[in-house]
């Protein structure tokens, strides 16, 4: 059975999150908070709180030292893949989980952990829980980034508010895929390696695109 996760919990998780990173990170952690409760509203309003607890968590080890982080994973038993070890930005989506299930015990229920374990680069397969938690990191509201901000743009001027359920998830994986592509070309661009598990989650968008348009 899952632990609930009251708003009294929330409070004091947001409390505590706030202490532990720089005022920059809090106000993108919050607009997360903020995107995927919206997200929730949409899609799956019973996972609300396990995705506002894994909003709140999934940025926990952002800000550690690449030395720091590296110790940690290596401590916990954790052998990287030669793509992991050269993406270094990733290694929070390894690191936070860990640290959830050490000190913030409460909220580590397998959805949380499994949307923050994700959040950096999705994977094959990702459950919708996931899904959300990556899609509210994208395009929060404090967000900036050209390609953020079109991406935002995208799903919201489409009002998914409006159209039925079978429609709405059709119109997230549509976005999610944009949001792979930019990822693809961003790293691209820069010359930056990149993590086979998102060019995996961006095989697995246009499958579950396909699949979807199938149903129609």
Same mark, same amino acid.
């Given at each position: 059975?899952?632990?609930?996760?009251?708003?009294?919990?929330?409070?004091?998780?947001?409390?505590?999150?706030?202490?532990?990173?720089?005022?920059?990170?809090?106000?993108?952690?919050?607009?997360?908070?903020?995107?995927?409760?919206?997200?929730?509203?949409?899609?799956?309003?019973?996972?609300?709180?396990?995705?506002? @607890?894994?909003?709140?968590?999934?940025?926990?080890?952002?800000?550690?030292?690449?030395?720091?982080?590296?110790?940690?994973?290596?401590?916990?038993?954790?052998?990287?893949?030669?793509?992991?070890?050269?993406?270094?930005?990733?290694?929070?989506?390894?690191? @936070?989980?860990?640290?959830?299930?050490?000190?913030?015990?409460?909220?580590?229920?397998?959805?949380?952990?499994?949307?923050?374990?994700?959040?950096?680069?999705?994977?094959?397969?990702?459950?919708?829980?996931?899904?959300?938690?990556?899609?509210?990191?994208?395009?929060?509201?404090?967000?900036?980034?050209?390609?953020?901000?079109?991406?935002?743009?995208?799903?919201?001027?489409?009002?998914?508010?409006?159209?039925?359920? @079978?429609?709405?998830?059709?119109?997230?994986?549509?976005?999610?895929?944009?949001?792979?592509?930019?990822?693809?070309?961003?790293?691209?661009?820069?010359?930056?390696?990149?993590?086979?598990?998102?060019?995996?989650?961006?095989?697995?968008?246009?499958?579950?695109?396909?699949?979807?348009?199938?149903?129609?």
């Amino acid at each position: 059975m899952c632990k609930e996760i009251t708003v009294a919990a929330l409070d004091t998780l947001r409390a505590l999150v706030g202490e532990k990173m720089s005022e920059y990170r809090f106000a993108h952690t919050r607009g997360v908070e903020q995107a995927v409760g919206e997200l929730c509203a949409l899609y799956l309003p019973e996972a609300a709180p396990q995705l506002r @607890a894994a909003a709140l968590l999934h940025d926990i080890t952002k800000e550690w030292p690449r030395e720091q982080a590296a110790a940690y994973i290596e401590a916990h038993g954790i052998a990287l893949r030669p793509d992991e070890a050269a993406s270094p930005k990733i290694w929070h989506g390894i690191t @936070a989980p860990l640290v959830i299930a050490d000190e913030f015990s409460a909220f580590a229920t397998p959805t949380v952990l499994s949307a923050v374990r994700w959040h950096t680069t999705g994977r094959s397969g990702m459950t919708l829980t996931e899904a959300l938690l990556y899609l509210a990191d994208y395009m929060e509201p404090t967000r900036t980034f050209a390609d953020c901000v079109a991406l935002r743009q995208a799903f919201f001027e489409a009002e998914p508010e409006k159209m039925d359920m @079978a429609a709405r998830l059709r119109h997230l994986w549509r976005v999610l895929l944009l949001s792979f592509d930019d990822t693809l070309a961003a790293l691209a661009a820069e010359g930056a390696p990149v993590c086979a598990d998102t060019l995996a989650a961006r095989e697995y968008a246009a499958k579950m695109i396909s699949r979807k348009e199938a149903e129609v």
